[in-house]
């Protein structure tokens, strides 16, 4: 009896058909995002091909001297179009290179099976599901067919590159229009996502030498198409996974200095990740990227400016590292080339320095803390003075 009950049930449940276009404004939670998320809003348009989802994030490292002004929130705001996704961070645009044509973010909807109903708000709304070895997804629907709720829980990588972790997504539609203006598209600038701009031309050209700094796995010592980072930067990268719990994810188990000559004009940061090829998201083909760190910079993500609260993000692109002693001394020679490599020191060291607990002291930029404890590792081999030996590979 209760069998044939449920079979009712279902039955009488028809399966739910996503708008076709509609404007929402909505809530976003996702993964390892360590701050507080404030309404933003999805314009989807499936006849066009088309999709702009935009957020703010009250970003819950920033340092202390930014609370209540603009610079401690993050912006991000997506497009899927015709040819792929382009997101923007902080006026910043890029494309995602593994996207080459439109991605329906409902498109699995039609595959899914009722499973029960809810409460969302005081209303109830039904509740459909489709599982697969990699993918767990709800769409939450009223009886009208608006969309409610959306929850995404996929296996797959954060970034080209990384490695795959689950990464839980929430989604609540808490308004709903049945359109989606062209104009909302506007903002997308596919150009400086492809072309992105340069620092102006600076000043006095002379090449300066920069400390920086690169967590690794043992046996990778190729920085070219590598991120690296100065010491509040890279005090910010580990503090963020510590305090996000993502270090478990992480394959790093050495961190060198390098002494780097660059070219002082930067371009766009590219966050590259993996070996054997470096994958990076970004258009910069010549320049040392630049940014602040946790991509926190004031202006333009920091590209431009010293960024002290910080530290500084920076990438190295192979097309621009010079060759055979030549001083990066213009663009159209080189931009980078390596001085020296200072020390590699195990990850572990810095840990029994007390590290990890620094950061959870610390708590957010710039680390005052969690910076010495890096600096002096590498400063000092003795460890009871604070050091590191140099690791031997």
């Known amino acids: 009896m209760m069998i044939s009950l449920m079979n009712c049930l279902v039955c009488s449940v028809p399966q739910p058909e996503v708008p076709t276009q509609f ?4 809530l976003l939670n996702g ?6 998320w404030v309404p933003g809003q999805l314009v989807y348009d499936r006849t066009q091909q088309r999709t702009k989802l935009t957020t703010d994030l009250l970003a819950g490292l920033a340092p202390v001297q930014w609370e209540g002004t603009p610079a401690a929130w993050s912006n991000w705001t997506q497009w899927t179009i015709t040819d792929g996704t382009y997101f923007s961070t902080g006026a910043q645009f890029r494309k995602f290179i593994d996207a080459t044509s439109f991605y329906d973010m409902f ?3 039609p595959e899914t099976t009722f499973s029960g109903t809810t409460t969302i708000n005081n209303k109830t709304v039904n509740i459909w599901e489709l599982s697969t070895p990699t993918a767990f997804f709800q769409y939450y629907v009223s009886d009208d067919g608006t969309p409610v709720r959306q929850v995404e829980n996929i296996f797959a990588a ?5 490695p795959a972790i689950w990464q839980n997504t929430t989604m609540d539609f808490m308004t709903f229009e049945p359109v989606a203006p062209p104009s909302e598209f506007s903002d997308l600038n596919t150009t400086a996502a492809l072309y992105p701009p340069a620092c102006p031309p600076p000043e006095d050209p002379t090449p300066v030498v920069l400390d920086m700094y ?10 070219s198409g590598q991120d690296t980072a100065d010491a509040i930067g890279d005090a910010g990268f580990v503090c963020f996974d510590v305090l996000s719990n993502n270090t478990k994810n992480d394959n790093y188990s050495v961190v060198s200095l390098y002494s780097v000559e660059v070219y002082p004009q930067f371009g766009q940061y590219k966050p590259c990740n993996n070996y054997h090829p470096p994958i990076c998201i970004g258009g910069e083909p010549i320049l040392v990227g630049r940014e602040g760190g946790l991509g926190y910079g004031q202006v333009f993500q920091g590209q431009c ?4 609260l910080t530290g500084n993000w920076y990438s190295l692109p192979p097309a621009g590292q010079c ?5 990066p001394t213009s663009p159209d020679v080189c931009t980078w080339r390596i001085v020296e490599k200072v020390k590699t020191i195990d990850v572990k060291c810095l840990f029994q320095r007390g590290m990890l607990d620094a950061c959870k002291a610390d708590r957010r930029l ?9 600096v002096t590792a590498f400063e000092q081999d003795d460890p009871s003075k604070g050091g590191c030996p140099p690791y031997q590979e």
Do not use: C, D, Y
Request: charged share 10%; glycine share 10%; no cysteine.
């Open 23 to 26: 404007s929402s404004s909505l």
């Open 31 to 36: 993964p390892m995002s360590l701050g507080k």
């Open 107 to 109: 498109g699995w909807v």
């Open 158 to 162: 954060r970034l080209p590159g990384t």
């Open 214 to 223: 690169i967590f690794h796995p043992s046996g990778e010592n190729n920085i």
């Open 305 to 308: 400016t010293p960024n002290p």
């Open 323 to 327: 060759a055979n002693g030549t001083r």
């Open 366 to 374: 710039p680390f005052p803390k969690t910076t010495n404890i890096f």
